[in-house]
T-cell receptor, first 115, second 115 residues
Framework: GAGVSQTPSNKVTEKGKYVELRCDPISGHTALYWYRQSLGQGPEFLIYFQGTGAADDSGLPNDRFFAVRPEGSVSTLKIQRTERGDSAVYLC?????????????FGPGTRLTVL | GENVEQHPSTLSVQEGDSAVIKCTYSDSASNYFPWYKQELGKGPQLIID?????GEKKDQRIAVTLNKTAKHFSLHITETQPEDSAVYFC??????????????FGKGTKLSVIP
């Protein structure tokens, strides 16, 4: 079956612009996570959705970052007034149910470059 | 919060030799420890995981060990092949106060298998 998909694969924008990154999780997966991976680092947690609600947004770096999942499937990560420090690969992961024993499946990521 | 340390950051082995990557974690409440393989331009892919009630797990050429007392876990790859070359990440997970099971990753080990 289809895995987690993310679009676009690459996004180049200018400082100060607004961007949206999309994640399509595996069908039927209720838990959805966003992570950010800087060059040479491991992924870092940003936000978690259980169904439609953002159950844990403790990893969002500041209020320029926001994410939604209005119908409990597709999620969009939104970044306002982008800064050069926002350049990274943004990864989305989904799991069937939220539990510590449940594998998180990652998408290929969106590489964001802020000029 | 949880902190995961991973060593070494780079590892070169001859084809056919074994590779060992070690990780330590700080929070004794962590109870799920996955290992991911990430190839260039792709998202992390789970290769093996271990839960806190198990000390060792093996899957063909890959094995993972967990020492809960010492809070460390290791990945062992035997009979390495060139296609094993990639960046490997360890991670730890526990249920957060907000109900999510986000992963805390190490910084990664770049494994190079020399033919």
């Amino acid at each position: 079956g289809a895995g987690v998909s993310q679009t676009p694969s690459n996004k180049v924008t200018e400082k100060g612009k607004y961007v949206e990154l999309r994640c399509d999780p595996i069908s039927g997966h209720t838990a959805l996570y966003w992570y950010r991976q800087s060059l040479g680092q491991g992924p870092e947690f940003l936000i978690y959705f259980q169904g439609t609600g953002a159950a844990d947004d403790s990893g969002l770096p500041n209020d320029r970052f926001f994410a939604v999942r209005p119908e409990g499937s597709v999620s969009t990560l939104k970044i306002q007034r982008t800064e050069r420090g926002d350049s990274a690969v943004y990864l989305c992961a989904s799991s069937l149910i939220p539990s510590s024993n449940n594998e998180q499946f990652f998408g290929p990521g969106t590489r964001l470059t802020v000029l | 919060g949880e902190n995961v340390e991973q060593h070494p950051s780079t590892l070169s082995v001859q084809e056919g030799d074994s590779a060992v990557i070690k990780c330590t974690y700080s929070d004794s409440a962590s109870n799920y420890f996955p290992w991911y393989k990430q190839e260039l331009g792709k998202g992390p892919q789970l290769i093996i995981d271990i839960r806190s009630n198990v000390g060792e797990k093996k899957d063909q050429r890959i094995a993972v060990t967990l020492n809960k007392t010492a809070k460390h876990f290791s990945l062992h790859i035997t009979e390495t092949q060139p296609e094993d070359s990639a960046v490997y990440f360890c991670a730890a997970s526990q249920r957060s106060g907000a109900g999510s099971y986000q992963l805390t990753f190490g910084k990664g080990t770049k494994l190079s298998v020399i033919p």
